[in-house]
T-cell receptor
Framework: GAGVSQSPSNKVTEKGKDVELRCDPI?????LYWYRQSLGQGLEFLIY????????KSGLPSDRFSAERTGGSVSTLTIQRTQQEDSAVYLC?????????????FGEGSRLTVL | SQQGEEDPQALSIQEGENATMNCSYK?????LQWYRQNSGRGLVHLIL?????REKHSGRLRVTLDTSKKSSSLLITASRAADTASYFC????????????FGTGTRLTVIP
């Protein structure tokens, strides 16, 4: 497709279970970002991938969170042993490199609810 | 934190009026961007202003940047009900990092 695609759009899980969220960026975009947005809040940066460089993981809130990007394209955000405070919308965005002077293209997000 | 803050948090106006939202940030920036988010959707880029620019226009949007005050404003003229959304500013810093840091957003409601 032409835009950033995220799946699933909605995920309900039980506390303690692991979840995987997928992001398929725009073809040709080498930079990929994950953000988290809690209800009515701003965006919290989680992780950033740029080409083959080591990702910037400085925003990951705990070691339960991890992400990978295979083949410089699709990315998966994994949350292990989910907690109720993990409930949020997880947004993925991609951009051309370099970012300076560029814009981010966002997906529609994956809404995670941890019961 | 480098995160910006928008002001006001919420704004309600009548259709046809102008809407002004402000953004303040903390560190030196390379550029500042404004994004729009409809309820339950992803963010859409509106406009980018570079640190060496003071004002920029795009259709009904006017953005100003004052780097001495570390602030920016977004003006939407002749508002429409379809402008109802949340608006976020995002800053890219000068350190070479490629992150964009987002503010907390202004929720705009335009009443028909």
């Amino acid at each position: 497709g032409a835009g950033v695609s995220q799946s699933p759009s909605n995920k309900v899980t039980e506390k303690g279970k692991d979840v995987e969220l997928r992001c398929d960026p725009i073809s040709g975009h080498t930079a990929l970002y994950w953000y988290r947005q809690s209800l009515g809040q701003g965006l919290e940066f989680l992780i950033y991938f740029q080409g083959n460089s080591a990702p910037d993981k400085s925003g990951l809130p705990s070691d339960r969170f991890s992400a990978e990007r295979t083949g410089g394209s699709v990315s998966t955000l994994t949350i292990q042993r989910t907690q109720q405070e993990d409930s949020a919308v997880y947004l993925c965005a991609s951009s051309f490199t370099p970012l300076r002077g560029g814009e981010l293209f966002f997906g529609e997000g994956s809404r995670l609810t941890v019961l | 934190s480098q995160q910006g803050e928008e002001d006001p948090q919420a704004l309600s106006i009548q259709e046809g009026e102008n809407a002004t939202m402000n953004c303040s940030y903390k560190t030196s920036i390379n550029n500042l961007q404004w994004y729009r988010q409809n309820s339950g959707r992803g963010l859409v880029h509106l406009i980018l202003i570079r640190s060496n620019e003071r004002e920029k226009h795009s259709g009904r949007l006017r953005v100003t940047l004052d780097t001495s005050k570390k602030s920016s404003s977004l003006l939407i003229t002749a508002s429409r009900a379809a402008d109802t959304a949340s608006y976020f500013c995002a800053t890219g810093d000068q350190t070479g990092a490629n992150n964009l840091f987002f503010g907390t957003g202004t929720r705009l409601t335009v009443i028909p």
